[in-house]
């Protein structure tokens, strides 16, 4: 089946620190990878994705690479700030399967 | 555009009670699912609804969970009884989808906390 492991939290950061989040996943066919984002009192919201290999999806200053020869998508940001205080899933989904199999989400907190 | 509501935000009942969570998708989006995430793991798929009908329920722990969709708009996830190991906090997306999964994306609600006693 289908899995997603990344890196465990809690993160804390300094602002225009360099974030780096580790994302790895085991699937049976092909995936498409997402990042989602959950900041305090709000739901879950689409970060970046990317549908196939050596893709990158970009939004908000943050990147990730889908990489197939390593079954990776990391996340990164050069320089965070306070608001990107939140907390991190990495996603995969199936192309011909509806639902989304996630991480276990990775806190990050961001100090002035 | 109002986007994905949920309702109750919280909801404290004690073991052995019914609890009823409701969720209002994006007007037109006739896909709808429910996931649950449990003591900080990860975020679980739970079911998919496309309109009023269940696509896939595969994800639903047991039968005391019991998933609807009047008339292609909002959903109900009732818990009966409920256990402690239900406590968690329960999402539903919605997405349209008009051309095959994942061309549209997935928008979230901000959840529903569940905590049981």
């Known amino acids: 089946g289908n899995s997603v492991t990344q890196m465990e939290g809690p993160v804390t950061l300094s602002e225009e620190a360099f974030l780096t989040i580790n994302c790895t996943y085991t699937a049976t066919g092909y995936p498409s990878l997402f990042w989602y984002v959950q900041y305090p009192g709000e739901g879950l919201q689409l970060l970046l994705k990317?549908?196939?290999?050596?893709d990158k999806g970009s939004n908000k200053g943050f990147e990730a690479t889908y990489r197939k020869e390593t079954t990776s998508f990391h996340l990164e940001k050069g320089s965070v700030q306070v608001s990107d205080s939140a907390v991190y899933f990495c996603?995969?989904?199936?192309?011909?399967?509806?639902?989304?199999?996630f991480g276990a989400g990775t806190t990050v907190t961001v100090r002035a | 555009e109002a986007g994905v509501t949920q309702f109750p935000s919280h909801s404290v009942i004690e073991k052995g009670q019914t609890v009823t969570l409701r969720c209002d998708p994006i007007s037109g989006h006739d896909n709808l699912y429910w996931y649950r995430r449990v003591m900080g793991k990860e975020i679980k798929f739970l079911l998919h609804f496309v309109k009023e009908s269940k696509q896939d329920e595969s994800g639903m722990p047991n039968n005391r969970f019991l998933a609807e969709r009047t008339g292609g708009t909002y959903s109900t996830l009732k818990v009966q009884p409920a256990e402690l190991e239900d406590s968690g906090v329960y999402f539903c997306?919605?997405?349209?989808?008009?051309?095959?999964?994942?061309?549209?994306?997935?928008?979230f609600g901000p959840g529903t906390r569940l905590t049981v006693l």
């Open positions: 996603a995969l989904g199936e192309i011909n399967d509806y639902k989304l199999s």
């Open positions: 990317a549908t196939k290999a050596d």
């Open positions: 997306a919605s997405s349209q989808d008009r051309a095959g999964p994942f061309t549209d994306t997935q928008y």
